[in-house]
T-cell receptor, first 113, second 110 residues
Framework: SQTIHQWPATLVQPVGSPLSLECTVEGTSNPNLYWYRQAAGRGLQLLFYSVGIGQISSEVPQNLSASRPQDRQFILSSKKLLLSDSGFYLC????????????FGPGTRLTVT | GQQVMQIPQYQHVQEGEDFTTYCNSSTTLSNIQWYKQRPGGHPVFLIQLVKSGEVKKQKRLTFQFGEAKKNSSLHITATQTTDVGTYFCAGNTGFQKLVFGTGTRLLVSP
């Protein structure tokens, strides 16, 4: 069966510090991968998605970046965090066509202080 | 850009009452999906609707996809405390990504 991992579960970082969040998927190959951000009590904002290794599509211009160095690994990064980067970061995957349901990881709660 | 709005934003019901959330897209969708997010948790897939006018049921939950494939609804009959959470619709336009609705937060009092 497929599983998706995210770490860390919670993170408190000062403004201006770097960020690296990692997401890995097990039990499937060539998945579509997604990064979402959810502000407290709000909906899901799509940040990046990837249909293959090294292929990244950015949805929202911001100080975040994403990379997919391996087929089942998706990384979200920032060189300098802003207060507005606080939120719940969710990684999700789906089978290659993208028309199927998305499976979400447990998420990372980021607080920028 | 494409927008998917849901109403109401929040609803508080007594256990046993019915609940409905409505989802409206600014563009035609190839399919629509529904997710539930429990407090503190991550979204979990509930169902996908593909055909115009489609109706699907899961126990006390009834999902509908509009004839024009631009709107959808989720109806829960006789709510239970286990139904608490935020319900999101998500529209698929066929471009490898979903556009999530704004969500409806449901609170059920015993």
């Amino acid at each position: 069966s497929q599983t998706i991992h995210q770490w860390p579960a919670t993170l408190v970082q000062p403004v201006g510090s770097p960020l690296s969040l990692e997401c890995t998927v097990e039990g499937t190959s060539n998945p579509n991968l997604y990064w979402y951000r959810q502000a407290a009590g709000r909906g899901l904002q799509l940040l990046f998605y990837s249909v293959g290794i090294g292929q990244i599509s950015s949805e929202v211009p911001q100080n975040l970046s994403a990379s997919r160095p391996q087929d089942r690994q998706f990384i979200l990064s920032s060189k300098k965090l802003l207060l507005s980067d606080s939120g719940f970061y969710l990684c999700a995957w789906t089978v290659g066509s993208g028309d199927y349901e998305q499976y979400f990881g447990p998420g990372t709660r980021l607080t920028v202080t | 850009g494409q927008q998917v709005m849901q109403i109401p934003q929040y609803q508080h019901v007594q256990e046993g009452e019915d609940f409905t959330t409505y989802c409206n897209s600014s563009t035609t969708l190839s399919n629509i999906q529904w997710y539930k997010q429990r407090p503190g948790g991550h979204p979990v897939f509930l169902i996908q609707l593909v055909k115009s006018g489609e109706v699907k049921k899961q126990k006390r939950l009834t999902f509908q996809f509009g004839e024009a494939k631009k709107n959808s609804s989720l109806h829960i009959t006789a709510t239970q405390t286990t139904d608490v959470g935020t319900y999101f619709c998500a529209g698929n336009t066929g471009f490898q990504k979903l556009v999530f609705g704004t969500g409806t937060r449901l609170l059920v009092s015993p």
